[in-house]
């Protein structure tokens, strides 16, 4: 079986102690050993996400505790404020305008972030609180562009729409702090920055969500935070939970933890400064600017010779020489990027060795490389 050097925006790989937890015996998903287990993440998790709020968690990717965010908190017809970066944010527009949702959009240019100063407008304007939430995307993984989620929630002053965040490729990667911010919702996956496999989704609710969902009229049945609150109480999940991802994750924030939290973001910001280091040194461009890079995804501009076609035969020439996996650039990016992933279960010899593949396979595709990207990443990651 072939190990990949997985560097794309997740999954992300698995540290070996973590997938071990995934071939322990199946338990019963309503007996002690599982109510155990889900009351241990629940506090570990409230650590990540730094919040006392309830922690939900739903058998799903992540785009489900997106739609389950929606559907229960809002009603048909109701207005929402969706600041959307790129496909990650348009997702949030699909979905609520699926429920029949009356949605207003803030959308930056691509590979810019969003600007807090355009939130407090719309705020400000409505004065008769029509705008029931306002959704934001914490790291928009589509175009590596990190959103100043801190100061956007500043902007709310005392209007009473909820803030619904998709920390999807942040949370465990990048700071959050869900209480101090004062986010209602936050939501993400097991399967990025949490250095698990993929199949488990967290969703933390605040008591303003809490209230919200009593009011909320959208349909819902798996996913009706009412009722997965009614089994949380007897520490169990309304459905059959994908039990195996439960072990994993347990372990996955154990080991994020034991690193420390701090220690944590510290190492992405400079993995992720080293890779775009390396990158610019072979005579590539960013995609974002760079005020918002991610320290977790980097994206990188097309630009001629290098196109949608060049980039195919990169990817292969990466996949099959060195066993390295990148991402193209999603739908209406696809033209526009490539992206590297560098979260969760990430060192330097990663970093390191993508960039030496990175530079080798863009060399045999033809491209004129300016620098080699090792001599500047190996300096930066050394001070980890
Ligand atoms: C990965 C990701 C998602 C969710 O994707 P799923 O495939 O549903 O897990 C949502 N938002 C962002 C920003 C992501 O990176």
Same mark, same amino acid.
């Given at each position: 079986? /072939?190990?990949?050097?997985?560097? @794309?925006?997740?999954?992300?790989?698995?540290?070996?102690?973590?997938? +071990?937890?995934?071939?322990?015996?199946?338990?019963?998903?309503?007996?002690?050993?599982?109510?155990?287990?889900?009351?241990? @993440?629940?506090?570990?998790?409230?650590?990540?996400?730094?919040?006392? $709020?309830?922690?939900?968690?739903?058998?799903?990717?992540?785009?489900?505790?997106?739609?389950?965010?929606?559907? $229960?908190?809002?009603?048909?017809?109701?207005?929402?404020?969706?600041?959307?970066?790129?496909?990650?944010?348009?997702?949030?527009?699909?979905?609520?305008? $699926?429920?029949?949702?009356?949605?207003?959009?803030?959308?930056?240019?691509?590979?810019?972030?969003?600007?807090?100063?355009?939130?407090?407008?719309?705020? !400000?304007?409505?004065?008769?609180?029509? %705008?029931?939430?306002?959704?934001?995307?914490?790291?928009?993984?589509?175009?590596?562009?990190?959103?100043?989620?801190?100061?956007?929630?500043?902007?709310?002053?005392?209007?009473?729409?909820?803030?619904?965040?998709?920390?999807?490729?942040?949370?465990?990667?990048?700071?959050?702090?869900?209480?101090? =911010?004062? !986010?209602? %919702?936050?939501?993400?996956?097991?399967?990025?920055? !949490?250095?698990?496999?993929?199949?488990?989704?967290?969703?933390?609710?605040?008591?303003?969500? =809490?209230?919200?969902?009593?009011?909320? *009229?959208?349909?819902?049945?798996? =996913?009706?935070?009412?009722?997965? *609150? /009614?089994?949380?109480? /007897? /520490?169990?999940?309304?459905?059959?939970?994908? @039990?195996?991802?439960?072990?994993?994750?347990?372990?996955?924030?154990?080991?994020? !933890?034991?690193?420390?939290? #701090?220690?944590?973001?510290? +190492?992405?910001?400079?993995?992720?400064?080293?890779?775009?280091?390396?990158?610019?040194?072979?005579?590539?461009?960013?995609?974002?600017?760079?005020?918002?890079?991610?320290?977790?995804?980097?994206?990188?501009?097309?630009?001629?010779?290098?196109?949608?076609?060049?980039?195919?035969?990169?990817?292969?020439?990466?996949?099959?020489?060195?066993?390295?996996?990148?991402?193209?650039?999603? &739908?209406?990016?696809?033209?526009?990027?490539?992206? @590297?992933?560098?979260?969760?279960?990430?060192?330097?010899?990663?970093?390191?060795?993508? &960039?030496?593949?990175?530079?080798?396979?863009? *060399?045999?595709?033809?491209?004129?490389?300016?620098?080699?990207?090792?001599?500047?990443? #190996?300096?930066?990651?050394?001070?980890?």
């Amino acid at each position: 079986m /072939k190990e990949y050097t997985l560097m @794309i925006p997740g999954p992300t790989p698995v540290p070996a102690e973590v997938l +071990r937890e995934t071939s322990r015996c199946m338990i019963d998903h309503r007996g002690k050993e599982f109510a155990l287990l889900i009351t241990e @993440i629940e506090e570990l998790l409230k650590q990540v996400f730094q919040t006392d $709020n309830d922690i939900l968690m739903l058998t799903s990717s992540g785009t489900g505790g997106m739609e389950a965010a929606i559907v $229960n908190t809002l009603s048909p017809g109701d207005k929402v404020l969706v600041v959307s970066t790129g496909v990650f944010g348009d997702r949030f527009i699909d979905i609520a305008q $699926n429920y029949g949702l009356e949605v207003d959009v803030i959308r930056p240019p691509l590979g810019e972030a969003a600007d807090p100063q355009s939130v407090e407008e719309k705020l !400000l304007a409505d004065r008769e609180h029509k %705008i029931k939430a306002v959704f934001l995307t914490h790291n928009e993984t589509s175009t590596g562009v990190e959103n100043p989620i801190k100061d956007i929630s500043k902007t709310r002053k005392g209007h009473p729409a909820l803030f619904i965040v998709d920390s999807i490729s942040s949370l465990g990667a990048m700071e959050i702090k869900t209480d101090e =911010w004062g !986010l209602d %919702i936050v939501i993400t996956a097991s399967q990025k920055a !949490l250095m698990a496999p993929p199949g488990l989704c967290f969703v933390s609710v605040s008591k303003n969500a =809490w209230d919200a969902c009593q009011n909320s *009229r959208l349909p819902r049945y798996y =996913w009706d935070f009412e009722a997965i *609150r /009614k089994n949380k109480q /007897k /520490k169990q999940t309304p459905f059959t939970p994908c @039990i195996p991802i439960f072990f994993a994750v347990r372990k996955s924030i154990e080991l994020l !933890l034991d690193e420390g939290l #701090e220690n944590v973001y510290q +190492r992405h910001i400079v993995l992720g400064r080293a890779m775009r280091a390396g990158i610019r040194a072979m005579g590539l461009e960013l995609f974002p600017r760079e005020y918002c890079v991610s320290p977790t995804i980097t994206a990188v501009k097309l630009s001629p010779p290098l196109d949608k076609d060049l980039l195919k035969s990169l990817r292969e020439r990466l996949r099959e020489d060195y066993g390295v996996e990148i991402s193209e650039g999603q &739908l209406y990016l696809a033209d526009k990027l490539f992206r @590297i992933g560098h979260l969760g279960y990430v060192g330097h010899k990663e970093i390191l060795y993508t &960039l030496y593949s990175l530079e080798k396979a863009l *060399r045999s595709v033809g491209y004129p490389v300016k620098d080699s990207p090792l001599q500047l990443a #190996e300096e930066i990651v050394s001070g980890i």
